[in-house]
Every structure is written in C-alpha cells, then in structure tokens.
C-alpha cells in the first residue's frame, strides 16, 4: 500500500462521516416537523370525530361546515369512511347523515371527550342562562 492509498482511504472515511453527519442533521431536521405533523393530524381527527360523535351526526352541509372549521379539507371524509371511523346513513329526507362508528368511539375514546365537552357546554350554558344579562330578559 503506497502513501497516496492511504491517503485516499483516509479521505472516503472521511467523506463518508461527513455524509452521514449530515444525513443525521437531515433526519433530525425532518423527522420533529413530521412528528408534530403526525400528532396534529391524529389530535383534529379525534377532535372533528369527538364532535360528530357529540351531535349524534351531521349531514353533508353540516360535516363540510366543520371541517372548514377547522381548515380540514372535505376529502377527509372519505378517508375516515375508509379507515371506519365514519358511516355514511341514507334517511328519508334525502340528506345522508354522517356518524362516528362505534370502532372511533372504542379505539379513539370519544365517549370521554364527548362528555366533557357536553359538560363544559352545559356548565357555560348554566352560567350564562343564570347571568344578569339574562336576568333582564326575564323580566319582559
């Protein structure tokens, strides 16, 4: 082996830890935005899917009302259908009404959030209904 193998060696070891620092600075940079991405999407779905669950459902207008809401585009809808988290029911009045499955409420625990945010609704409605605002009212 001559000095200038040695050499070169030493400079392919060299550029191979340079490359793999930085496709580890890569990952990193790459891999928190994803993380957040991926717990952003799971935190609107079982939000959006908690108040659909609450309601006990909502037609077309009302589900794209909701997702507009929340910015969520209207090809969620079908995503949740094929994932089973939402169901798709025909009624008499021509307007399908869309619920969460029973497979969200189990595997996503929406029964609990729905709850609570059945609790905290009717605790600012009892407020509110007894404020002096309304107090005023009462006496027309």
């Known amino acids: 082996m001559n000095d200038n193998s040695a050499y070169q060696n030493d400079q392919v070891v060299a550029c191979l830890r340079a490359l793999r620092e930085t496709v580890d600075k890569l ?8 993380e ?8 609107r779905r079982r939000e959006l899917l908690t ?3 609450a309601t006990g459902g909502l037609d077309q207008k009302g589900l794209f009302a909701l997702l507009d809401q929340h ?7 079908g995503q949740q259908v094929k994932s089973g988290f939402i169901e798709k029911f025909p009624r008499t009045t021509g307007k399908d009404l869309y ?3 029973h497979k969200a409420v189990e595997e996503l625990s ?10 905290a609704s009717d605790e600012t409605f009892t407020t509110d209904w ?3 605002e309304d107090n005023a009212y009462d006496r027309l």
Do not use: C, K
């Open 36 to 43: 957040n991405t991926m717990e952003r999407f799971y935190r």
């Open 71 to 77: 910015d969520t585009p209207h090809q969620w809808i």
């Open 130 to 132: 007894d404020s002096p």
């Open 110 to 119: 929406l029964q609990e959030e729905a709850s609570a945010l059945v609790s």
């Open 99 to 101: 619920v969460a499955t």
């Open 27 to 34: 990952q990193e940079l790459l891999g928190a935005p994803l």
């Open 51 to 53: 108040r659909l669950y």
